[in-house]
């Protein structure tokens, strides 16, 4: 009588790249990014900064649209998931991705943005029900807040303020000089003189957090000012825990890359800045 000896031997398949895509039309998404990793530092994440067509604040509709569109299809390359870390493409092209291309081009993958995260919760930190805006003149023109607030708070009245010159201040470093003061007192002043009730703003550009100690500067005291970076952190870390179709098909290696539709040695120079660290992209042509 024989006897046989069966071994199994169970081969484990290559675990796949497949990192959160974060897109910004430059630096700004960076302060993004780095609220995400430090929230939620066992993904993979995938940077991509549109630097080469930036800045969007001022480009039409169509153009923030076609511009996003293919940002969003290199990432698919390797992403399920993206966050449009600008608010300037979540305002002007992210409806129209999600209703309209991702049914076609592909239907179980997703996009998500910062404009609904952040309005789902204003509403609980204003006493006054009067809140205040200071964003890209794209994302004022959209009235996306106005309308997204409304959505979900009806109760609060929104006043918004377009802020052109504080981009080109922050992406040039010029954070503390008398140009930055000036703009961001001016901002402020128009702001406040829409209401002398308003007690929340909103900085709905992903950039705008590093000029926050200017703008706290300008403000009266008690007006709280409201940052994305982790209301977006927390908005996705919710959405995963609600979406585990997705939260399952996302690698989780721990680390981070980029890529500049520009110049990487220009990217690098400046990424610092918003991300808190040093970094190292690679160019991407598209």
């Not at 199994?8 to 897109?23: A, D, H, R």
């Not at 990432?75 to 209703?99: D, P």
């Not at 901002?187 to 705008?208: G, M």
Request: overall charge negative; some cysteine.
């Amino acid at each position: 009588m024989c006897n046989f000896v069966f071994i199994l031997t169970i081969i484990t398949p290559p675990k796949t790249y497949s990192p959160i895509g974060v897109f910004d039309s430059g630096y700004g998404g960076l302060t993004v990014l780095k609220e995400l990793v430090h929230t939620l530092p066992q993904y993979d994440y995938l940077y991509l900064g549109d630097n080469a067509r930036a800045p969007y604040g001022s480009r039409s509709f169509d153009t923030v649209y076609e511009y996003t569109l293919q940002c969003v299809n290199a990432l698919f390359q390797g992403c399920e998931l993206v966050i449009l870390a600008c608010n300037t493409a979540s305002a002007k092209a992210l409806r129209t991705i999600q209703q309209k291309d991702l049914p076609i081009i592909a239907p179980n993958k997703r996009v998500l943005g910062v404009i609904r995260p952040t309005t789902e919760i204003v509403g609980n930190y204003t006493k006054s029900k009067e809140v205040g805006i200071f964003a890209t003149s794209g994302t004022v023109t959209s009235q996306s807040y106005i309308i997204e607030i409304e959505k979900f708070f009806p109760e609060v009245k929104v006043f918004q303020e377009a802020c052109p010159m504080w981009v080109p201040l922050i992406e040039n470093n010029e954070l503390e000089g008398v140009g930055a003061n000036y703009f961001v007192e001016k901002h402020v002043q128009h702001l406040l003189s829409q209401s002398k009730n308003i007690d929340t703003v909103i900085l709905a550009c992903t950039h705008y957090p590093l000029l926050k100690p200017l703008i706290e500067k300008h403000l009266p005291s008690g007006i709280q000012i409201l940052t994305q970076g982790h209301i977006v952190a927390e908005g996705l870390k919710d959405y995963l825990v609600r979406h585990p179709e997705m939260e399952i098909k996302i690698s989780k290696s721990n680390t981070i890359n980029f890529l500049t539709t520009d110049s990487a040695e220009l990217f690098d120079s400046h990424a610092s800045l918003f991300f808190g660290k040093d970094v190292k992209s690679k160019h991407l042509m598209l």
